[in-house]
């Protein structure tokens, strides 16, 4: 009876401390868990400066910030940019970079910069895919826009101090490894400590045989009627739970009490145990020798956002943008579908008040090149001429496709096809960023032709190509062009059957027709007729078959003489109106200026290069 008492107590002591490790373990999942979040801050003493950078590194750190608290004086915008189209922004003005983390993930590591004291306001740039306009505070969430890295902005009007009070929060990765552990620990013990009585009770029931010489007969000399010595009924009693008595009498010290409390110090042994050793293993450098993350490291943990291919893992503090992300943004498109979509709609706004009031500066802001230089001349012809044609109109929309080039380096070239209200057919716009604190202008549009489609481009991007090179193609982008000169320029080019235009599509034969019949018909005059490429204007895009296709301008020339001295000729009405008379008897020269598309096949294709668009218009007439 000595043991019973014994037995309550060991199963109470278990029941206890598996109540108490149970709430341990419980406690460090609830009341004693750290703050689900963390929040790091600028120091304040940071060099006031026009521009402030948040970089990948920061907007990585911990699978990214939940909250980023930004405060100025008055009015200020953040930017959200490719990395190193903020890098091209900032250039050489004077900035605060906000880096990286401290080790206890307390402050922001700040790099200042010293530079040029103002920059232009980065508030409207066609850099960047975001913007957001704040007065004094701004609480901002960052979501990445599209794959990739990015880096935020942040300025006032480019010449007053960038806010530089800038605090982020982070999710906390800071866990209690021991809380489960200890959880599963506790419920052994309670359990162990609740069953321990009744297997004594179930072990006693079962005691067999009454106290007693054992192995003996009557006489105490025989064996045991199995056959078997003490040695093996010992054991066999032991393995059947059909213990002497006197082990019974004993089963306080030695029995089943203490076997049940061995085994369950065993579980916990090997429980803590295991925990340990996963513990450990989890702390322990990987094979490959990457070193343990301390606290603050940008390393993302479970559950944190896994960088993109190409992106910097970054390393806490870290002050220097990982080479990793610089190659990784050599393959990124220049734009975004948002960022297209928004420029067309600026582009498209600004042709529309032009074309309605006939008025040049109004283009200024979005139209360049041979289309400002175009239409200029349209305005000034149809304000003398009323039949002369006006130029087709420019939509944002219907957006058919685009050709978004992954060329990271300036002058940058974008396509779109659109086609909208006055569009016949579709019309294809080439857009072009020249610097980096520029916006995207139109340079030239062109009708797609008649019964032609557009060439496919891959999703993501495109490469560009350097106009003189053919690497993979029939022709380069200048031979291209050049054959095109020469196909417009002669019924019989050797081009004739390399470069051809669809059934339907009317403008090489247009072009030709226009030339022989102007030859035919003037016959007191002398004619000659050039189509020469401008090779600044030339870019080349690839296309998902391997081709490419190739955007550009053509100057067409036409000059006429007349055959003999005292000869007139008369002048055409839209030529008149720039050359300044109708008629001449030195001569005169009109100037066209011919946008083109046209596909070139890859290396290897029987297929000959395709005139995919084309237009005229006349940019400039002058007597000789």
């Known amino acids: 009876m000595i043991g019973i008492p014994v037995r309550l107590k060991t199963a109470v002591s278990l029941v206890l401390l598996g109540l108490l490790t149970l709430l341990a373990g419980i406690g460090q999942l609830t009341f004693w868990a750290p703050a689900e979040t963390v929040t790091a801050s600028a120091p304040g003493d940071s060099k006031a400066a026009p521009l402030t950078v948040i970089t990948q590194d920061v907007l990585t750190h911990k699978g990214g910030p939940r909250q980023i608290s930004i405060k100025g004086d008055g009015k200020f ?3 959200v940019g490719r990395p190193d189209d903020v890098d091209a922004w900032v250039g050489k003005t004077a900035h605060n970079s906000i880096t990286g983390v401290s080790e206890d993930g307390k402050s922001l590591q700040v790099a200042g910069a010293d530079g040029e004291a103002s920059s232009p306001s980065p508030a409207g740039s066609d850099l960047w895919v975001q913007t957001e306009n704040a007065n004094g505070q701004l609480d901002y969430t960052f979501t990445p826009p599209a794959s990739g890295n990015w880096s935020l902005l942040l300025a006032s009007d480019g010449t007053k101090p960038a806010p530089s009070s800038v605090s982020i929060t982070f999710a906390n990765d800071a866990t209690m490894p021991w809380a489960v552990p200890l959880i599963v620990i506790g419920a052994i013990l309670i359990v162990a400590g609740a069953a321990l009585p009744f297997v004594s009770k179930f072990t006693k029931g079962r005691g067999g045989r009454p106290n007693g010489p054992r192995g003996r007969g009557a006489a105490g000399t025989n064996p045991d009627a199995d056959g078997e010595g003490p040695a093996e009924d010992a054991d066999k009693d032991i393995i059947g739970g059909e213990a002497p008595a006197e082990d019974t009498k004993k089963g306080t010290a030695g029995g089943p009490a203490l076997r049940i409390s061995l085994v369950a ?24 020798g990457s070193a343990t993350p301390s606290p603050g490291s940008a390393t993302p943990t479970s559950g944190s956002a896994t960088p993109t291919s190409g992106s910097a893992t970054p390393t806490s503090g870290s002050a220097t943008p990982s080479p990793a992300g610089t190659a990784g ?22 042709v529309a008040a032009g074309d ?19 239409r200029t001349q349209n305005y000034k012809i149809r304000s003398q001429v009323a039949t002369h044609e006006a130029r087709m109109p420019v939509r944002s929309s219907k957006l058919l496709g685009s050709v978004i080039s992954t060329q990271r380096t300036w002058p940058r070239t974008v396509i779109a096809l659109t086609q909208g209200d006055g569009n016949v057919v ?34 993501g991007g495109t490469a560009q190509l350097p106009a003189g090179d053919k690497p993979g193609l029939q022709y380069s982008g200048t031979e291209a062009m050049a054959a095109l000169g020469d196909r417009l320029t002669k019924a019989d080019s050797a081009f004739k059957d390399k470069l051809v235009e669809g059934t339907n599509s009317p403008y090489i034969a247009d072009v030709l027709d226009y030339q022989a019949s102007t030859v035919k018909s003037g016959t007191n005059g002398n004619f000659t007729f050039t189509h020469t490429p401008s090779p600044t204007d030339t870019a080349v895009f690839r296309t998902s078959d391997g081709g490419a296709v190739v955007v550009g301008k053509l100057n067409f020339d036409f000059t006429s003489k007349p055959k003999s001295d005292g000869d007139t000729l008369t002048v055409d009405k839209a030529a008149a109106v720039l050359a300044g008379g109708d008629s001449t008897k030195v001569g005169l020269v009109q100037t066209f200026s ?22 005229r218009g006349l940019v400039g007439a002058s007597f000789q």
């Open 77 to 79: 915008v953040l930017a």
């Open 265 to 288: 110090a065993a579980v916990v042994t090997a429980l803590v145990g295991g925990t340990a050793a996963g513990a450990q293993a989890a702390e322990t450098p990987s094979p490959s």
């Open 329 to 350: 943004a050599q393959n990124v498109p220049v734009l975004v579908d948002a960022q297209l979509k928004r420029i067309l709609d600026q582009v498209a706004g600004a």
């Open 356 to 374: 309605a009031a006939r008025d040049a500066s109004k283009l200024a802001p979005r139209v360049d090149g041979t289309e400002l230089q175009v």
């Open 426 to 459: 579709p019309q294809v716009l080439t857009l072009v960023q020249a610097s980096p604190r520029e916006n995207y202008k139109l340079k030239s549009t062109s009708p797609l032709q008649p019964g032609t489609s557009f060439p496919a481009i891959p999703l």
């Open 594 to 615: 011919e946008s083109v598309a046209i596909y070139i096949p890859p290396a290897g294709s029987t297929a000959p290069m395709k005139l995919v668009a084309a237009v």
